[in-house]
Each structure stands twice: as C-alpha cells, then as structure tokens.
C-alpha cells in the first residue's frame, strides 16, 4: 500500500530540490545528505522523506501511469461548474464567479455565502470550491495515519471527552515501544508516509519522553512527524524539531477571546496562537483551525477563524464540529468551502474525524467542498475507543485495513490520487 508516488530528483539547488511527476515538476525540501540528481523519492507535505531505489520506483510509476491520467480525467470532470442556468440569485453568482477566477473576496461576500441556507446556493458554493480545489491544487489528496498514544490531559475544557474531570472516563497511556511499534506497523505494513502523534497535555509525558519517541521513530523509519501534545513552549518546539518532527497541529478553536476563555477555562487566545506562530517561525509545517458549533458563535466568528488560520500560514485547515452541540453538516461544509474560497492556492483541508461522526458521509461531501485532506486513526485497536473525545467517535472499532480500502474506494471514485506532491 502506498500513499505517495515516486518522483524523480531533476535539480537540486541547496536544499529545495525540484522533483518530476510524470512531467509535472514540483519543489520539496530536502535533508538527505546523499540525495543526487536522478534519484527517486518520496515526498510529503513538501519534504523529501525517502530515497527510493530505482527498480522499486519505476515498478510503482509503470502501475500508476495509467491510473494516474485516468484519476485526473474523472477529477476534472467531477470538479466542472455548470455554466448553465444554475437558480442562484444573481448577487450570489457574481461573487462566486469572482472566486472561480481566483480573485479576492471581500469580507462581506464571504459573509453572504457563510450565512446562506438555500439548497441552490449551498450547491453552487460547494462546486465553486471543488472547481478551485481541482484548478489550483489537481487531485492529490493527503492520507496521513495519527496515532493517539495517551488520554490523559491536565485541562479541562468543557467540551473535551477526555478533560481531566471526566473520572468515568478509562485512561491509557502507550509507552514508548508501543508508540514505536504502532509507527513501524502503519509506514511498514500500511504504507503510510506521514503520522500524526497525539495525546492530552499528559505530564506523564514531558517533552523530553515525546522527543526520545520522535528519535526512535526517525531513526528506524522514512516518515513526516507532526506533533499535537498541546502547548509546550518554543523550547519544547524546538527539541521536536530538533529530534526531527516537522509538522504540529494545534488548533487554536475560536478567534473569539472571550469564548476561547470561557471553553479553555480562562487561558489566554494569545498564548495558544503565540505557539502556534512559534512553530511556524521555528519551520514548521502548520496544521491549525478552529471549533464549529460553539454556543454563543456568529458566522463573523467562523470568519474570523477562517481569516485567522490563513494569517497563521496553515498548511492544513483543520476544522471539526463540536459535537456535544451538533451542528449541521450544512453549516461544517460551508467552513471547509469558504476556506477554500479564502486561500484557493495553497491550503491542504482536512475532513476531521468529528465531521465524520457527524455525518456518515463526511469523507465524500468535504472532499466534494473543496477539501483535499484526510487522516486514518492507526492507533492500536485495544486503545483506540478509549481516546473518546467525544462519544461514538467515527472509526473507533475499525480496522486499520478496513478504513484504507473504505477511503481508497472513495477516493478512487472521485478520481482523486492519494499522494503528496510536494510544495
Ligand atoms: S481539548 Fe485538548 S487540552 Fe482540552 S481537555 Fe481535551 S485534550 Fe486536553
């Protein structure tokens, strides 16, 4: 299984290296040492992470040749926008016209699709952010594995499942071996390329634990790390960084002070967002977002953390619902499509878990909203159900193979490629 295509080195100019896709030429960052031109690689979220034998990655390009163009064809024609008659009003059409030729939107026609409810409108909204998605960014669509390895947590935010006042709740906490083992099972047996560890903010594991975790799993495997343990100081950034991880998510949930004070039970906004600035000026690849559904949240609000999320240089949007309050899958679609709207170009969107708890078609409608993102939960079944954030949570008792071939069927009816090509 494997959820990156090989490209071929064709430049290398310090450490940006330009890497060629069956004639498509991307750039990636490159820390192999060794790496020359001619080589083949893997890349991932724009790093080049593996050094592909030659034999092995002509055998896989000669398998995808053919899948590869005919994935593309049924993406471009999926992602049409119809140019007939199309039953929006007329103010409607013009603003997503303006987005369909990549200009800027102004923050009260964004504020006008946000607030629509008209089936019609929704409609035109959805495809408008698939056409861009498809025009900016082709098919690829990111397929990283998160492994949950602790459900501890020191705080107590009111909607979280495993705040630390949830005494009902069972905890767990993965050692490291297991941790390693469960990294070494999804990039060896499943082919994933990219991982995701995450936990509660568990003083059990301090930065120092975490950053002998990231060692071990760099040293034995080929593989993008991103970090989401909570907030841990630019030092703490820092030694990750150093033990080779290059990815943190940390959502900062509203841009609203007040509501961010209230659910995080009278932390600050600022500090949450000068981590997240901190990780990204440290060099890190930044997945962020916020929280939809929150009481007391306006559709200015969402904007806001729409707008806030660009402004942060996201490399991934990560916007889920808040599900002890359900919000509709009307309103999470209309975030996952303004954000493509707000940054069409750059912006990998995920379709969170929470989403997919939701609604059972999650995966399908987001990606069809200009979504290009999802993430398979490989922690090991006997804890997987016990990080219960929320209750029912999607894929909680479900094999790893089973979510692979559920999300490959999908994605392969939608014409879309599972891979990483690269900045
Ligand atoms: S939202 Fe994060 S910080 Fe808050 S209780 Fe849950 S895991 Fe802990």
Redesign the pocket.
């Known amino acids: 299984m494997c959820y990156a295509i090989p490209g071929q080195v064709v430049e290398i100019n310090s450490k940006t290296v330009t890497v060629e896709y069956f004639g498509e030429k991307k750039k990636a960052i490159n820390e192999i040492a060794e790496l020359k031109a001619g080589d083949f690689i893997y890349a991932q979220g724009g790093y080049v992470i593996k050094v592909v034998p030659e034999p092995e990655a002509l055998a896989t390009l000669e398998l995808w040749k053919e899948t590869f163009f005919e994935l593309r064809e049924t993406d471009l024609r999926l992602s049409r926008r119809p140019k007939e008659e199309t039953g929006i009003g007329n103010d409607l059409s013009l603003i997503l016209d303006k987005a369909a030729e990549g200009r800027e939107l102004k923050r009260e026609e964004l504020l006008k699709l946000l607030a629509t409810e008209k089936p019609a409108e929704l409609d035109q909204l959805f495809k408008t952010a698939n056409f861009l998605r498809q025009k900016y960014l082709s098919n690829s669509c990111c397929v990283h594995g998160i492994i949950e390895f602790s ?1 501890y ?5 009111v ?6 006042s949830n005494s009902i709740l069972k905890r767990y906490r993965m050692s490291e071996e297991e941790i390693v083992e469960a990294a070494g099972e999804a990039i060896e047996k499943h082919g994933f390329k990219a991982l995701v560890l995450q ?3 568990d003083q059990e594991y301090q930065v120092d634990r975490v950053v002998g975790v990231i060692k071990e799993i760099k040293k034995r495997y080929p593989v993008l790390i991103f970090i989401s343990v ?1 907030e841990v100081g630019r030092e703490g950034l820092q030694k990750f960084y150093d033990a080779g991880a290059r990815g943190v998510l940390t959502r900062f ?1 509203t841009s609203d002070p007040k509501l961010y004070a209230n659910l ?1 039970c009278g932390d600050k906004l600022e500090e949450r967002l000068q981590n997240i600035r901190d990780a990204y000026s440290l060099g890190y690849l930044v997945l962020t977002g916020g929280l939809i559904g929150l009481p007391g949240q306006s559709i200015e609000s969402l904007l806001d953390d729409i707008l806030l999320t660009k402004e942060l240089n996201a490399e991934m949007y990560s916007f889920g619902p808040v599900l002890p309050y359900g919000p509709k899958t009307e309103l999470v679609l209309k975030v996952l499509a303004v954000s493509r709207l707000v940054d069409p170009k750059n912006a990998r969107i995920l379709v969170t878990t929470g989403f997919e708890t939701l609604e059972p078609s999650a995966q399908k409608l987001g990606l069809m909203a200009g979504a290009n993102s999802v993430m398979l939960n490989v922690t090991p079944l006997k804890y997987r159900k016990l990080y219960e ?1 929320y209750p029912g949570r999607a894929h909680a008792e479900e094999t790893i193979e089973a979510q692979i071939k559920a999300t490959l069927d999908l994605l392969y009816s939608l014409g879309r490629a599972p891979t990483d090509l690269g900045i």
């Open positions: 459900n947590c020191r705080h107590d935010c909607y979280c499942g495993i705040r630390k936990s509660g903010e909570g949930e995080h954030i």
